[in-house]
């Protein structure tokens, strides 16, 4: 697709710091994006969406921003409280503050994490695989469902919450999602990844404990491949669950996150 990706689509840029997002529209401008819109919240965006932007083919927002993070976009998009199609192709820029959310933005079925700052070749190479590599969305209850915590830019400022937090979650023994969200405050909770890109698998007959376990450096993990023991971030978030079956969207979304945090650079799978 080349220097010419973008061409005819439609760009939100969601970040409240100015020159970040000057530095993006500068590169997207590189792939001859022609539409480009900003926006410097999540608030500010939804109105957009609403109003004069009509279509948006791509959105790129940053985590953390004040007023609404981005997951409360993200959540917002999904759940088809946005004027753009709930499987609109979304990117979440993020910083290595911010790993104890992840997690929540793959459960939340984000398309690609951009570790910032961002280069051109690295905004290309993303916005080629989502546009390439379209997701399927869950349906909306299944998001609904998931409680985002506030992730604000600017002190003293919560975002508003985005929905209720779910009525009733699982044991956080049972649900891999509960589990990856134990760090959070109690009223946090999050379902577990359902989605066809992303699905976990029934334990096999005995358990793991009688398969045949090794470690694999990411770069090298096949697709369709099982993990035999948790993936835990740095910060001791749970971020998949053993059983998982390693699909090839999740493995590149996992690769995103390869710079971000070392407890994904090496996964330990069923052989």
Known sequence: MGAGLLWGLSVLIVDDDDFTRSLIVMMLRKLQALKIHEARNGVDALKQTTGKIGGVDIVLADL?????????????????QACVDRAVPFAILT???????????????????MIKPVTVEVLQDRLQRILTERQAVQDIDCYR????????????????AAAAPAKATAAPGRDPAARAAAPLPASHSTPSLTSATARPSAPSPGGVAAAKVVGCPLAKVPAEAVLARDVVLANGVTLLKAGQVLKPSLLNRLRDLADLDPGVRTLWLRS
């Open 64 to 80: 953390n921003m004040p007023k609404m993070n981005g997951l409360e976009l993200l959540k917002a998009v999904r759940t088809g």
């Open 95 to 113: 910083g290595h503050s911010d790993t104890e959310y992840v997690s929540i933005a793959m459960y939340l079925d984000v398309d690609c994490f």
């Open 145 to 160: 469902m998931i409680s985002v915590p506030a992730v604000s830019g600017a002190a003293g400022e919560r975002p508003p």
